[in-house]
């Protein structure tokens, strides 16, 4: 089973920058797609990001278009989201994700593995 833990987040001003990390264990494959989601409290764990592990295809929510980056480092297995920018709305848990589906989607059910979240908070 893939493991997934999540590091990087924390405390930022409004216009700030994290990076996240996600460092991934376990036997993965390279079809699979890398993805970032958000949950903040009361609201749903919507997508942010995604990234076709072989060729590094990507794929953003258009609120993160231009200032989030998603990226991968093959060799260290990690996943990244480097978020520019920053605004009180990004205000949540980022969780990371992987999809064996082979094909890119865009809802939490069709992910298959999950990490355990960590916190991101812009202060206005």
């Known amino acids: 089973q893939v493991q997934l833990v999540e590091s990087g987040g924390g405390l930022v001003q409004t216009g700030g920058s994290l990076r996240l990390a996600c460092a991934a264990s376990?036997?993965?494959?390279?079809?699979?797609?890398m993805g970032w989601f958000r949950q903040a409290p009361g609201k749903e764990r919507d997508f942010v990001a995604a990234?076709?592990?072989?060729?590094?295809?990507?794929f953003y929510e258009d609120s993160v278009k231009g200032r989030f980056t998603i990226s991968r480092d093959n060799a260290k297995n990690t996943l990244y989201l480097q978020m520019n920018s920053l605004k009180p709305e990004d205000t949540a848990v980022y969780y990371c994700?992987?999809?064996?589906?082979?094909?890119?989607?865009?809802?939490?059910?069709?992910?298959?593995?999950w990490g355990q979240g960590t916190q991101v908070t812009v202060s206005s």
């Open positions: 994700a992987a999809s064996s589906l082979g094909r890119i989607v865009f809802t939490a059910a069709q992910y298959d593995y």
């Open positions: 376990g036997r993965t494959f390279s079809n699979y797609y």
């Open positions: 990234i076709k592990w072989d060729n590094g295809y990507t």
